[in-house]
């Protein structure tokens, strides 16, 4: 993996500052890590000082490459596998000390779905609650009938989890994960194996849960499928927190990449605005395109100054005597930003 | 007011800060344990597989007492190994002579898939992260496990035994029985007898399961936990010939397995009956502290 280090380090201070409330208040975060760290017996470090904070009632997108450390992070958080070092508070409690009280109001869907396949879906969701001891068994039949319908399982609970569609067999981990009211949802990769259709259902359902108040935490590879429901995003490679927050905020801090054309005349007086703007890498494209020279900068803000906005950049251009033909201000997408911590494919936000 | 009606009187704040520190706390409805046993016995007991194998040791008793019928006019009556020699005789001894040829190899087996699968097969199947996010305690699961596991070792031994004394009755008709002395006892005092050795033959076997759910908390592929424990007990057998060994037999898993017998002596030695039950109880308590040990503390990446 290629990951920029430097970017690393400048992006992950500034993002996280806000998330972080003052120190002891463990109750404000749903999920609250401190320097969770995961050194398997082969030695190899899948989770390295990850410090998460989940608010409650945040939809916090857990994103990051196959291999990067979510689910055994997601592991710990639910106390399958014990930290190496560092602690976990789930819903204010410490883990897994207080599993026993914590877990019943935790939903957890972990690493695809999974039932004896020889029972029926409703049967499999019988046993899971029989073997909680805190649900009132008389409501058992009514809630799992509930959770089925909910996740459009209704028609096939009947059915041996065996014959289930791997769309269905999703289903029924989320309609384990509802079977009874959650303040926390932990959802990994839960749209794997849907269809584009049953993703949005999906979407719709962690929206849905947010609005009545549910902590959602949902990681997925492909940020393209849960990034229009979060509120927040962590970014994991290579067992390293990159950067999490507020997802709006991280877009924001991002330098976006500005492109001016203009008539070739104008061209030097542009690259002379551009950099008195304070914008940085200012490169001239080779080639006239349609009668106009691309100019292209970017307002990298790492200097701790305000950022022109793209109207003042426009018009302090025009004012300068250049004759605009195009001009165009693009903020990374969270995919850029992903794509460019993680590494994975070729940097694009560049 | 003075400072000693303050203290006496006044209710203590409730410390601030601390959210849900009781409120919504879960309850632990009555009768959750009972649940969650039924639940497991539901699940051990149904199980096709589990079934099969059931009606599989079943068939034993029945082909052995058709086999004996057939045979019994030959002119081979009352020959072979022990106790089968005195089926043809009283129907009881159709089970003391089931039992005697099933505890060397087809009960480990079959007690072996099943103890050996308790807590692997939940693994292969990935459904041990769920039932333990539930949450249920490992510690609880485990002993719920072995109780399922040990469950079915039972139900495998009174297969045997009803299907060995049903089909004995009425291939053979049942009387007072004649005991390994000679002597004679009536026939529910050999009734009481025959239930000893069936009871017997099925505390053996604890040992058994304990080394079955220990390599089940090992491993995520059921299949080698099953065959691991039925090695155990074919190793057991194998040194309990060996001689050369000798200071060992006593403590081996399988060395007190035929002590069944005693039950059909005139006056059946306490002694040597509870002897064999402590080594079984031996093997049960290291084997279940090191399943518990393990499974308790393992790392659940399945």
């Known amino acids: ?350 | 007011m003075s400072p000693g009606e303050t203290a006496a009187a006044e209710p203590r704040p409730v410390p601030a800060g601390r959210p849900d520190a009781a409120p919504d706390a879960p309850a632990r409805y009555p009768g959750a344990a009972g649940r969650l046993v039924r639940s497991e016995l539901r699940l051990v007991l149904r199980r096709r597989r589990n079934v099969v194998l059931l009606v599989g040791l079943a068939f034993v008793p029945l082909l052995l007492g058709v086999v004996l019928r057939l045979a019994q006019d030959a002119g081979l009556a009352g020959q072979g190994p022990p106790f089968v020699a005195s089926v043809t005789g009283n129907g009881l001894f159709l089970v003391v002579a089931s039992l005697f040829l099933c505890t060397p190899f087809l009960l480990p087996l079959t007690i072996g898939i099943a103890s050996g699968d308790a807590i692997a097969g939940e693994a292969s199947a990935g459904t041990l992260r769920y039932l333990l996010v539930v949450p249920v305690a490992r510690g609880r699961l485990l002993a719920v496990k072995a109780l399922g596991a040990l469950t079915f070792a039972a139900a495998a031994v009174l297969a045997i035994a009803v299907v060995g004394l049903v089909a004995g009755a009425v291939l053979f008709g049942v009387g007072d029985l004649t005991l390994l002395s000679g002597d004679t006892v009536p026939l529910g005092d050999g009734v009481l007898r025959v239930a000893g050795v069936v009871a017997y033959v099925g505390l053996s076997m604890t040992g058994l399961v304990a080394v079955g759910l220990f390599f089940s908390t090992l491993t995520e592929v059921p299949v080698g936990a099953m065959a691991a424990t039925v090695v155990v007990a074919v190793v057991s057998s194998v040194l309990d010939q060996l001689p050369q060994v000798a200071v060992i037999h006593p403590a081996l898993l399988t060395h007190h397995w035929f002590d069944f017998a005693e039950m059909l002596r005139i006056v059946p030695s306490v002694d040597v009956l509870a002897q064999g039950l402590a080594v079984q109880a031996g093997w049960v308590v290291v084997f279940g502290t090191l399943a518990w040990a393990r499974f308790t503390t393992a790392d659940v990446t399945s």
Do not use: W
């Open chain 1, 1 to 350: 993996m290629t990951t920029p280090a430097g970017a690393t380090a400048t992006a992950a201070a500034p993002a996280s500052a806000p998330a972080v409330p003052q120190a002891g208040a463990v109750g404000d975060d749903a999920i609250r890590t401190h320097g969770l760290t995961k050194r398997f017996r082969t030695g190899q470090v899948a989770v390295d000082r990850v410090d998460l904070h989940v608010p409650r009632g945040a939809v916090y997108g857990f994103l990051g490459p196959n291999g990067s450390g979510k689910t055994t992070t997601i592991r710990m958080l639910l106390g399958l596998v014990a930290p190496t070092a560092g602690e976990v508070h789930l819903l204010g409690s410490p883990m897994p000390r207080e599993a026993g009280r914590v877990l019943p109001r935790v939903g957890a869907l972990v690493e695809g779905p999974a039932f004896q396949p020889y029972l029926s879906g409703r049967a499999n969701l019988a046993r899971l609650d029989a073997v909680d001891a805190s649900t009132d068994p008389r409501t058992a039949r009514a809630r799992s009938d509930a959770a089925l319908d909910r996740v459009g399982l209704g028609a096939a609970a009947d059915k041996r989890y065996r014959q289930y569609s791997l769309g269905m067999k999703q289903r029924l981990g989320l309609a384990a994960a509802l079977l009874r009211p959650r303040d926390l949802l932990v959802l990994d990769e839960p749209t794997n194996g849907l269809d584009p259709q049953g993703t949005r259902e999906v979407r719709h359902l962690v929206r849905e849960l947010a609005d009545a108040g549910t902590t959602v935490l949902v990681s997925s590879h492909l940020l393209a499928e849960i990034e229009q429901v979060c509120t927040h995003v962590g970014i994991m490679g290579g067992g390293r927190l990159l950067l999490q927050g507020p997802r709006a905020d991280l877009t924001a801090r991002r330098a976006a990449h500005v492109m001016v054309r203009t008539a070739p005349a104008d061209v030097d007086a542009a690259v002379v605005e551009l950099r008195r703007l304070g914008l940085a890498d200012v490169t001239v494209e080779q080639g006239v395109v349609d009668g106009g020279v691309t100019v292209v900068a970017s307002d990298a803000a790492d200097d701790g100054r305000d950022r022109p906005a793209p109207q003042d950049v426009a018009a302090a251009l025009v004012r300068a005597g250049v004759g605009l033909l195009a001009f165009d201000v693009r903020r990374p997408s969270l995919e850029q930003v992903f794509v460019e911590l993680t590494g994975e494919g070729f940097d694009v936000a560049r």
